[in-house]
């Protein structure tokens, strides 16, 4: 089973656009929510992350003096085809025998909206089951 890259928004932009987005500053943090499925279904499931500056990442760290790094992407400069194509590169680098193990690699990226659920018994396979027969 191979992942495909589905929308990719963030609510913390106008329009929730990050394509045509330019930050107001240079330093910069969003969160951003990465949609993902198996290639050739419609469905897929969210995965998030924040998007940042190292500086603006540094400048949290005046205030907190611990943070954790994990489910962070970092850009020297905002530059969102970099920052598709870095997505797209790990994107394309995991894939599985079955959904949930797909999307348990890709959690190493960002956060799975699922991943506290018993993989074996996925959403999307739940879902599966409660979809009318149309045979």
Avoid at 54 to 68: D, I, K, N
Avoid at 71 to 95: A, E, G, P, T
Wanted: hydrophobic share 35%.
């Amino acid at each position: 089973m191979k992942p495909e890259l589905k929308p990719i928004f963030s609510w913390d932009v106008p329009n929730f656009d990050l394509e045509h987005w330019m930050p107001p500053d240079p330093d910069f943090g969003v969160h951003v929510m990465l949609f993902i499925g198996s290639q050739g279904d419609d469905k897929s499931d969210c995965f998030d992350l924040l998007l940042c500056t190292p500086r603006w990442f540094a400048s949290r760290l005046e205030q907190t003096e611990v943070e954790s790094g994990q489910y962070v992407v970092f850009l020297k400069q905002y530059d969102y085809r970099k920052f598709r194509s870095y997505i797209q590169s790990y994107i394309d680098r995991c894939d599985g025998v079955s959904w949930p193990e797909v999307a348990n690699k890709l959690d190493h990226l960002a956060s799975w909206e699922w991943k506290t659920f018993d993989t074996q018994v996925s959403p999307r396979s739940l879902m599966n089951h409660l979809e009318p027969n149309t045979d």
